[in-house]
C-alpha cells in the first residue's frame, strides 16, 4: 500500500519545501540534517504496512491471528499426544500388565502407561506433543524398572497426536464462523464441537438418518485415516454416551440421539502404462509413483468433510504420474478395472491398493 513511500521519495518531499535559495545539494548541512529523519519515516511507512496486514484476517499471522479469531470465540487447537496401544509379555511369554505411570521409550519418544485395555495391553500416552507420537512402531524400552518384564510392543495408533493447529485452517475456521452459525445443536454445531475434540480430523451429520430425533455423525482421525475403535468410542462417549442416549448428558442437545461412526476406507487399485526414460525402470519408478499417489488421496481425504462425495480422478492420477523424472508419458489408466473416474460413498476415504505398469 505505502510501496511508494522510499526513502528517496521522502527526501525530495522534504527538500521541495525547502527553498531554493538555500544550499540543499547532497553534502549540504540541510541535506544531511534531513537524511536521518526522512529514514525514519520510511521505516515507519513500512510499519504501517505491517500493522494493517497484522490488523486484518485474511493477512495476519501467528498471535496476531490468535486475538483477531478470538473475537469469534474461534481458537487455535493445541497440540496433543498420541494415546498408542502396547502389549506386555514376561518371562515366560504370557501377556502381564505394568502399573499405571509407568514410562516407555522409542523411536525417540517417550510414552506413559494411561489406562488398562485388557491383560498385558495398555492405553500409552505420548509425553512429546503433536503427530510425531504417531509415527513409530516396535519396540519399548522401559525406563522404570518392570518385575518380570520381558518384552513391550507399541502398535496400533488409538487416538492421533495433532500439531498445533496452522494458520490456515484457523482463518478458514474464523471465517467460517460467520456464514456457519453454530446454535441448539444445528450441523455447524456438531462440526464445531466434534471437530473440536482430540483425534478428529474431519465431522460429516446426516439428519434423522433412524427416524426423528436421531443424528449420525461421520468422523475421519486427524491423521486423515479410518479412525480406530477407540476414537469412535471417545467421540460417542463426549458427544452422547451410549445407555444415556437423548438425554443430553454429552455435548449433543437433550433428544438428539447421536451415533458416532468412522469413515469407511475404499481400496483403489491402478493401473496404466508408462513410456521411460532409456535407462529407467518401472522397479526404479514404483515407490515415488505410489508416493505421488498417496498425496494426491491424502489432499482428497482432507477435503472430505467439505465435499459431499469424493472423486477418484484419472487425470489427476496421471498429471502426478508425468510430474515423476524419468516418466515421459502415460496411458491407459483404470481404476479398480474401469476406464473411467471412481467416485466414492458419502462416508467413504480412498486407501492406495496395487499400482501396475503394464509394460513393467
Keep these: 500500500m505505502y510501496e511508494d513511500q522510499t526513502y528517496e521519495a521522502i527526501m525530495e518531499r522534504c527538500l521541495s519545501r525547502v527553498p531554493d535559495t538555500m544550499d540543499k545539494r547532497e553534502g549540504s548541512i540541510i541535506y544531511d540534517a534531513l537524511g536521518p529523519a526522512c529514514a525514519e519515516v520510511a521505516g515507519l511507512y513500512v510499519e ?7 490488523a486484518f484476517p485474511d493477512t495476519a499471522i501467528g498471535t496476531d491471528l490468535d486475538r483477531k479469531a478470538a473475537e469469534r470465540s474461534v481458537v487455535r487447537q493445541p497440540a496433543t499426544g498420541a494415546i498408542r496401544k502396547a502389549t506386555f509379555t514376561g518371562t515366560s511369554g504370557a501377556a502381564i500388565d505394568v502399573p ?5 521409550s522409542g523411536g525417540g519418544i517417550n510414552y506413559t502407561a494411561t489406562e488398562k485395555m485388557e491383560t498385558g495391553a495398555w492405553k500409552m500416552t505420548a509425553e512429546t506433543v503433536g503427530s510425531v507420537g504417531n509415527t513409530y512402531f516396535g519396540l519399548l524400552f522401559p525406563i522404570d524398572y518392570v518385575e518380570g518384564l520381558a518384552g513391550a510392543q507399541l502398535g496400533d495408533v488409538l487416538i492421533p497426536g495433532d500439531d498445533q493447529e496452522d494458520d490456515e485452517s484457523l482463518r478458514k475456521r474464523y471465517f467460517n464462523s ?4 453454530a446454535f441448539a445443536g444445528n450441523p455447524a454445531a456438531y462440526r464445531e464441537f466434534v471437530g473440536a475434540l482430540d483425534g478428529v480430523g474431519g465431522v460429516k451429520v446426516a439428519r434423522a438418518p433412524s427416524g426423528g430425533g436421531t443424528v449420525g455423525v461421520t468422523i475421519v482421525a486427524s491423521d486423515w ?5 477407540a476414537l469412535i468410542d471417545m467421540v460417542q462417549a463426549a458427544v452422547d454416551p451410549v445407555g444415556n442416549q437423548g438425554a443430553g448428558a454429552g455435548l449433543a ?11 469407511v476406507s475404499r481400496s483403489v487399485g491402478i493401473a496404466f502404462t508408462l513410456t521411460l ?11 515415488t509413483a505410489e508416493a505421488a499417489i498417496q498425496d494426491y488421496f491424502d489432499e482428497l481425504t482432507r477435503s472430505w468433510a467439505d465435499s459431499v462425495t469424493l472423486t477418484v480422478r484419472i487425470s489427476q492420477i496421471e498429471t502426478r504420474i508425468l ?13 479398480n478395472g474401469a476406464a473411467t473416474n471412481l467416485q466414492l460413498m458419502g462416508t467413504e476415504i480412498p486407501v492406495l491398493g496395487s499400482v501396475a505398469n503394464g509394460t513393467a
Excluded at 178 to 181: I, L, M, N, V
Excluded at 225 to 229: E, G, I, K, M
Excluded at 253 to 263: E, K, L, S
Aim: proline residues 7%; charged residues 15%; negative net charge.
Design 48 to 54: 504501517l504496512s505491517n500493522i494493517l496486514d497484522r
Design 100 to 104: 499405571v505411570g509407568t514410562r516407555f
Design 178 to 181: 460467520f456464514w456457519a452459525q
Design 225 to 229: 485415516a479410518v479412525p480406530s475403535t
Design 253 to 263: 442437545p437433550i433428544d438428539h440421539v447421536v451415533t458416532v461412526a468412522g469413515v
Design 277 to 287: 526414460e532409456d535407462g529407467v525402470t518401472w522397479a526404479g519408478v514404483k515407490p
Design 323 to 335: 510430474s515423476i523424472p524419468g516418466v515421459l508419458d502415460v496411458e491407459g489408466t483404470i481404476l
